[in-house]
């Protein structure tokens, strides 16, 4: 089945990089369906207003929901159907995670809407809540200018897992942040040569004895983990304090 993917920004140049590399493999034979969509298409002044001053006063500008209301009637439809995933990339969103981007690939339908200025009219999320199953998700603690990127980074995440879309599945099953990892850091990855600039591959790794490999790679990302994301590490993480 086709995954349809549409964007909804004041810039939709941002996704003509969608057309090439692996996101574009992905279109060319029919997995991903890609649309973007200009919001000002929707609007009916001489300026092409989207956005307005904030009602309570406060700095900076919001968008206005009339131009979204107009775009999803024509994008989407005016029927509710919670078979299609609305996406509000926003810093005030839930932690987007793996788990959601497995989840999201399965969807037949995505679409990605783009703040900017200082967010979008509450009611206009509210609206596509009654009618769609939506997402306000953040990448992180940190403010874009706009959600475009962040849409960005969601496809990858979710595309790269719809079946049939990446060449060698074996290879999603090993990396950071999936099952297949007990939630642990990936382990530093070595190639040849196996001296560079005075830098040598560790030894074990060319021992061809895979049960030293094995702990040698597990204990790697157990050390990592415990390093950098103390917050993946349950309590009793097995290792002695
Ligand atoms: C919806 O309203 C807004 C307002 C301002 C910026 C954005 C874009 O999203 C982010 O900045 C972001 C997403 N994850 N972490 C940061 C959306």
């Not at 092409?48 to 009637?73: H, I, L, N």
């Not at 769609?132 to 595309?159: M, P, Q, R």
């Not at 007990?182 to 560079?196: H, I, K, M, N």
Request: hydrophobic share 40%; charged share 25%; aromatic share 8%.
């Amino acid at each position: 089945m086709t995954m349809r993917l549409d964007y909804l920004s004041i810039f939709p140049a941002y996704f003509d990089v969608l057309d090439i590399s692996l996101l574009g493999k992905a279109a060319v034979n029919g997995l991903v369906e890609v649309h973007a969509h200009d919001l000002r298409d929707w609007t009916h002044d001489r300026h092409r207003t989207v956005d307005d001053t904030p009602c309570g006063g406060g700095a900076g500008m919001v968008m206005k929901p009339d131009p979204w209301g107009e775009a999803f009637d024509e994008i989407i439809g005016t029927e509710p159907d919670s078979s299609v995933h609305v996406i509000f990339p926003s810093p005030s969103g839930a932690p987007f995670t793996q788990s959601a981007a497995q989840e999201l690939s399965s969807a037949v339908r995505i679409v990605f809407c783009c703040g900017r200025y200082e967010g979008i009219d509450h009611r206009v999320i509210d609206y596509a809540r009654s009618m769609w199953t939506v997402h306000e998700v953040s990448l992180g603690d940190y403010v874009l200018n706009g959600g475009e990127v962040a849409a960005l980074a969601i496809t990858e995440a979710v595309v790269r897992l719809v079946p049939g879309f990446m060449g060698n599945p074996e290879s999603l099953a090993e990396e950071s942040f999936s099952a297949g990892q007990d939630g642990l850091l990936e382990y530093p990855l070595f190639t040849r040569p196996v001296s560079w600039r005075g830098l040598d591959v560790p030894e074990v790794l060319m021992s061809g004895h895979h049960g030293r490999i094995a702990k040698w790679r597990r204990d790697e990302s157990v050390r990592l983990t415990c390093e950098r994301r103390p917050d993946l590490t349950d309590s009793d993480f097995g290792v002695p304090h």
